[in-house]
C-alpha cells in the first residue's frame, strides 16, 4: 500500500513587501513514493510540473495529473517524501506569479533492513510573466520551469531551467 497527497489552498492576496503577494500555500506528502529526477528533467520541456505545483482545474484534468505523478514520483518501498509549496504574485494586478516546492525524500523511513537515509532534496519551480496580466498574457508571456537537487545517493547535485510556451508580442 502506498499514499501519494498533494494538497493546495489559494489564500486572499497577503501583502508582504515590494509588491510581493502570498497567494496559496500546498504540499506533498508520499508514503512508499520517492522522487524520480531524470523523470523531472525529461518531464519539464513538456510541462510536467503544470501538474505537480498547483494544478489548473485538477478535477477535469485528473488522469493526465495522476499519470504524470506515477512518474515523477514512483512507488519506491519504505520511502517517504514531504515538501512545503507556495505560490507567490507580484504586481497589482498581478504580472509575475512564482510557484515554488521544496521536496525532502528518505529512503527506509517507513520499515526495512537499512538504516534511514536522506535520499535527495528537490526545489521545484515554476516563473510566469505576462502582460497585461499574468493569467492574461496577450502581449507577453514568459513561463520558467526550473528544479534544483541534491541527490545524496549518487553524490551529484544540479540545477535546470527551461523557457517553454513563451512569446513576445503575439509572436
Known sequence: M???LL???DLPRI????GFFFEGIGGVL???HGADINALQT???SGALDDVLFPNNPIANAPRIINNLKVIFPIRPNAFLIGPMFRLTWGTPAIGDIKLGLIITIDNALGGDEPLELTSILLLGQLRIGLPEANKDEVARIICDFFG???FVNKRFG???RLRDSRLAGG
Open 159 to 161: 540545477f535546470y531551467a
Open 7 to 9: 494538497i493546495y489552498a
Open 43 to 45: 518531464g519539464i520541456p
Open 149 to 151: 537537487y541534491l541527490d
Open 2 to 4: 502506498s499514499l501519494l
Open 30 to 32: 508520499g508514503l512508499h
Open 15 to 18: 501583502h508582504i513587501a515590494f
